[in-house]
C-alpha cells in the first residue's frame, strides 16, 4: 500500500498509540513525502508518523524489507530521513510546524 493510500485510511482513525485523555500541544502541520500531515508540536516525528498511519519509511537494500522505526531511540538507524534537506534520525527529532520531510 502506498504511502498516500495508508493515509488516508488512517486518518479518521483515532490511534491506539496515543493515550487518550493526556493534554498536548496543539497539532502543527508538517509534510511528508508531499502529503500534509498534522501531529502535535515536539512530539517525535517517527511516533507522529505512526500515528498517521505511516510505517514504511523508506526502502531497504531488498525491496521486500522497506525500512520502519525500529529501536525509537536512536541506535537502529532505520528511520532515516530528510528534514529540511538535512539527514536525520525521525526518532530523535521532535515535529514543528512547516517542516518538509522526505524519505532518504
Ligand atoms: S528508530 Fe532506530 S534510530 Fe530511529
Do not use: W, Y
Not at 76 to 102: E, F, H, S
Request: aromatic content about 2%; some cysteine.
Amino acid at each position: 500500500m502506498d504511502v498516500i493510500a495508508e493515509h488516508d485510511r488512517m486518518k479518521d482513525v483515532a490511534h491506539p498509540l496515543r493515550i487518550a485523555g493526556i493534554s498536548r500541544p496543539a497539532d502543527v502541520t508538517f509534510s511528508f513525502a508531499g502529503t500534509s500531515l498534522s501531529a502535535p508540536e515536539g512530539e517525535n516525528l517517527a511516533a507522529a508518523l505512526i500515528a498517521c498511519g505511516i510505517r514504511r519509511l523508506g526502502e531497504g537494500q531488498d525491496a521486500a524489507r522497506p525500512r520502519a522505526a525500529l529501536c525509537m531511540m536512536g541506535v537502529c538507524q532505520q528511520c532515516l530521513l530528510r528534514v529540511d534537506g538535512r539527514l536525520v534520525q525521525a526518532c530523535l527529532v521532535p515535529v514543528r510546524a512547516g517542516m518538509v520531510v522526505t524519505a532518504t
